[in-house]
């Protein structure tokens, strides 16, 4: 695919006058690593699952990372330890994950996913993944350079899972996969049409408190005439991501984001098969491809060199690259 801008020419996607430009800066990414010491098995799907070989493939991203040199951080995107990895081995092996992340060198900023709260409680997870995060709840943001704002979601803030039987945020999710979900097993999407297949346990949604803050984010970036880069564990947009798998009200989320013409991208992990699309708006959604769906030999992680006009993203054998250019009409 080729064409003129009346400036440069592009093919595939990409600028002939960009091909030798420096990006601003780097970061590696992977997801649902969900290791486990534990034969390998099947998703409800059937699709296979590699408990004790997602390990290497987290190592290896770590060595491929430090090799490269440049990347000024790591995110991982959630999932760290699957939900199978037995009770009485959760910390251990939680610890371990986290260990191997920690050979990066430079800073690793950790997504809580599902598999992550079936394993530890938030009050010791949070602590281990070195978020710190108001009351528990998993969200906050960081800039790398005065130009970009990352903000990472709590996709679980409410949520049947993580959260002490009795909290308020456990008995509203209850209340709402009630209303919402008519099987007895919330796990299981029988029934539901379209859109409301969402409507899982095993997913979440962002709370009336962490909304405000994300609208005062993204203010400020608007402010600032920062360019956003949105990190969630669950997907924001159906066209990315299966819709078993999307944050339960992640059309609130993105009406927000919609309000504002600073978000670009919205990255999230937990659909493994991963996808790719563009909205309405303009916004770019990419889901990445889990680590623990690589057979021996595989891999699934990446890195993503950061533009003024676009991100690229480089994967590796499952994860596929894209070239995501932002729409210059937004800025405007």
Known sequence: MGYANGQASYVNGESTSNRKQQPLFSFGLITDVQYADIPDGRSFLGVPRYYRHSILVLQRAVKEWNNHQRHN??????????????????L??????VHEFENFKGPVYHLIGNHCL?????????????????????????SPMPEYRFVVLGGYDISAIGWPKDHPRTLEALKFLQAKNPNEDKNSPMGLV????RFLMFNGGVGEEQMKWLDRVLEESTRLKQKVVVCCHLPLHPGASSKEALLWNYDEVMNLIHRYNCVKLCIAGHDHKGGYSIDSHGVHHKVLEAALE??????????????DDRISLHG????KSVDMYFNPKADL
């Open 316 to 319: 590796t054998d499952r994860m």
């Open 294 to 307: 690589c057979p021996p030999g595989t891999d699934a992680f990446g890195y993503a060199d950061v533009y």
């Open 73 to 90: 951080f790591v995110i991982n995107f959630g999932d760290i330890v699957d939900g199978y990895c037995p009770k009485d081995q959760s």
């Open 118 to 142: 079936y394993n530890l409680p938030r009050s010791q997870l949070l602590p281990l993944l070195r978020i710190q995060s108001d009351k528990g709840h998993g969200y906050y943001d960081f």
């Open 194 to 197: 379209g859109l409301e297949r």
């Open 92 to 97: 251990k092996t939680v610890k371990k994950i």
